[in-house]
Each structure stands twice: as C-alpha cells, then as structure tokens.
C-alpha cells in the first residue's frame, strides 16, 4: 500500500518545476492532489499526467495572492476529495534588484507571493483541520497531517540582490515554527524545505535576455552561464540539483516517517547550507 493512500494533498504552483514534481510524487504514493497553477493549460497538464498513472487530481488555476484564492483553493479539494491532509506552499517566483533600485512594488509583490499567500491558505485550511483534529481526538485516534512550506537558502543565510525575496523566505522559517507550536495539539506536522540552486526555468543557464510576465510584471529570469558555473562550484556535491530532487525533499516531510518531526527546516542544496 502506498504511504499516503487516501491523502489529500494541495500543491500551489504544481504546473512547473518543483512544484510539478511534488505533485506527481505525491500522487504516485497514492494521494489524491490538488494542483495549482498561475495558468490554467500547465495545471491541467499535470492533472491529466496523473491521471494517466490510474491517480486522482483537479485543478485549480490561478494567483495564490488573488483576495479569494485561498478559501477557494481549498474549498476546491474538500468539495472534489473530501479533505484536507497535506499543503505544500510552493508557489513563488524571484523579481531582484539591488537595494538602491527595487521598488516598493518589487518588495510588496514578493512579500505576498512567498509569505501572505501561505499564511491565507493555511489559515482558510485552519476550519476544517480543527473540526476534523477535534473529532478524531474524542474518538481517541491520532491523525497527522503535513504542512510543508518552501523556503530558500536566500532565506536562511540572505543574497546581494534579493532583499525582497531574502526577506520573504526569512519569514516563512518564523511562520513554520509558529504553526508547529499552534497546532502541535491539531497532530500537525510544521516544517520546511529550504532550497539551494535547482535546476528550473528561473535558474536556467543562459546568457541571453529572458522574461515572463507575472500578474503584467516583466520578470527577469535565468542566470548567466560563468555565474551557473561558479555557483556550481560552491555546491559540496559539484552540480544544481533537479527538480525531482527538491520534489524528494518535500516528500520526506509529507511521509508518514515524520509524523513526530515539527517546527524543522531542512536544507536541499547538496551540501551548500548559506
């Protein structure tokens, strides 16, 4: 039997990258997932992948900092499967700019992707999770469930370039410790994963000029090729790390094997810890 067989599972920005790799992981050990996307074609690329595999998935498109988005994401999975058991807070993107040049919207936008939109899902998932954490306690049954939020090594040890984005990941280590002493009582496992360099569209070594547009914000993407290779030289283990490797990271503290492991961050960046 499949570790997470009848799970339920919501993974924000599912239709790329990491985020992508999660959800088909997660599906693959049996849960039924909920898999979001800014745009609607990857999100439902991905639900018709697992599908293919004999597994269940919706999906639910749109920003993670649109004003309902919260509330109806979840709604979205309780209505379709029935629960709520594992979140992961994926979604993010990176707008950088040195101190001296970033704007107050710079600063706001990724404030709000990385930190608000988590703590508005978790909190639109906090109704159902108590009603159900409180029923199963009279009833004298221990059920965990997983929130995993995603973080950076930006986070933890801060980049020239990414106040903003620093910032932001700073504070999902404060608000994952924060909700693993609230609901330690709930049987709710807190933790996060702090991502080193992984091998993504954003990361993607070129020297040529790229940009996505993000809620109509031209957005930098991709790294010049001598700053790749530098930065790959700093790695203990010599190379980027793929997605199916973050996506592996995630998993861990989605596993049953981590039902007493709360309030932790854990470093995917193969060896490179700041």
């Known amino acids: 039997m499949s570790k997470l067989q009848g799970k339920v599972a919501y993974v924000t920005g599912s239709g ?63 209505d379709a499967f029935g629960g709520v058991d594992i979140i992961v807070n994926n979604a993010g993107y990176t707008w950088d700019a040195l101190v001296h040049k970033m704007s107050d919207e710079q600063f706001d936008a990724m404030i709000d992707v990385h930190l608000k939109a988590p703590f508005q899902i978790i909190r639109a998932a906090s109704g159902f999770i108590r009603a159900q954490a409180d029923k199963e306690a009279a009833e004298g049954r221990e059920v965990f469930r997983k929130i995993v939020n995603i973080s950076s090594i930006a986070g933890t040890g801060g980049n020239a370039g990414q106040i903003n984005y620093s910032s932001a990941k700073s504070g999902v280590l404060g608000m994952t410790k924060t909700m693993a002493k609230e609901w330690g009582r709930l049987k709710v496992n807190v933790n996060c994963v702090a991502f080193g360099f992984i091998q993504t569209r954003l990361t993607e070594a070129t020297n040529e000029k ?65």
């Open 210 to 274: 790229k940009t996505i547009v993000v809620e109509g914000n031209e957005v930098g993407i991709g790294i010049p090729e001598k700053l790749v290779a530098g930065m790959e030289m700093m790695i203990p283990l010599g190379r980027a790390g793929t997605p199916q490797e973050a996506a592996d990271g995630v998993y861990l503290f989605c596993a049953p094997e981590s039902n007493y492991i709360s309030g932790q961050t854990l470093i995917v960046g193969g060896g490179l810890t700041i």
């Open 16 to 78: 790329r990258g990491i985020g992508r790799e999660v959800a088909l992981k997660l599906a693959r050990e049996g849960a039924k997932v909920v898999v979001n996307d800014l745009d609607a074609e990857p999100a439902e690329e991905v639900v018709s992948a697992i599908k293919a595999n004999g597994g269940e998935a919706i999906a639910v498109p749109g920003s993670v900092t649109e004003a309902s988005f919260a509330e109806n994401f979840i709604n979205a999975g309780i």
